[in-house]
């Protein structure tokens, strides 16, 4: 008897979920906007602080680590199972080197005490507190997302290697792929809002 | 058991996309040197939603799934934009 397999319905349901994750960001990016608008020149001033070479090199390469994992999919499609888990390592490679580049600047932020809670963040002003508390949250809460999708790659690689997802059943390469890409399309408003408006 | 013909891509393609994001990424960074005073934002957020239409579409399958999934999607946004503009109607008519 064969089992009972729906790819569309499985993707359907990724979507669903993905689409709870655009409101739950949506609604970080609500509030960035309103308070934007509100604090105008103070967070003009405070993403002066940010380090945009940092946020370019982690833009780069989460736009590699996406098209990787899409070509991943092809590579599994067309039954080629050694570029398949290739493509995914260079991935997460490119997932570590955005891990590393986020342990430097946080790190750097920290180190002159610059971190929610702390007293020199108490006694900026109004603006500039909203405005590091949204990037820590935001960055924070994507890599979070990136963290997990890492380890979601790493178990969907391991079964392309032992043969569990071929080039018959692949929806949860395709899944997991979708989540990646939803990581990619959250840091591309992230990186403009954060970064460059200055 | 659904069987569906799947699309299979051609690396090339992936290629081609992840050179139009890398240029667009460019744009960007170009554009916040030269000062725009209150366009800034409006040609950030323009480029990042022509970025996350070539995601959309293109790595994450849209293109070549069924037209349902690309319903859904623009009903999700269309309702997340809605909320934006009512809560700019709140605030700044307040």
Known sequence: MEMHRDDIGAKLGMWLFIFTEILLFGGLFLV????RHRYADEFHQAAHQLNAFIGTVNTVVLLLSSATVAMSITAVQKGEKRKGVLFILVTLICAGIFLFNKYFEWGHKFSIGLYPGSDMMIGLKHGYILFFSLYFFM??????????GSIILTVIMIRIQTGSINKERYVLLENGGLYWHLVDLIWIFLFPLLYLIT | MTHTESHITDYRVYGWVLLALLILTTITITVTWIDLSALTVLVALIIASVKSFIVLRYFMHLKFESRLFTVFVVMVLSIYILVIALTFFDYLLR
């Not at chain 1, 960055?139 to 997990?148: A, N, P, Q």
């Open chain 1, 139 to 148: 960055t924070g809460l994507h890599v979070l997302h990136l963290i997990v």
């Open chain 1, 32 to 35: 960035y906007a309103v308070m």
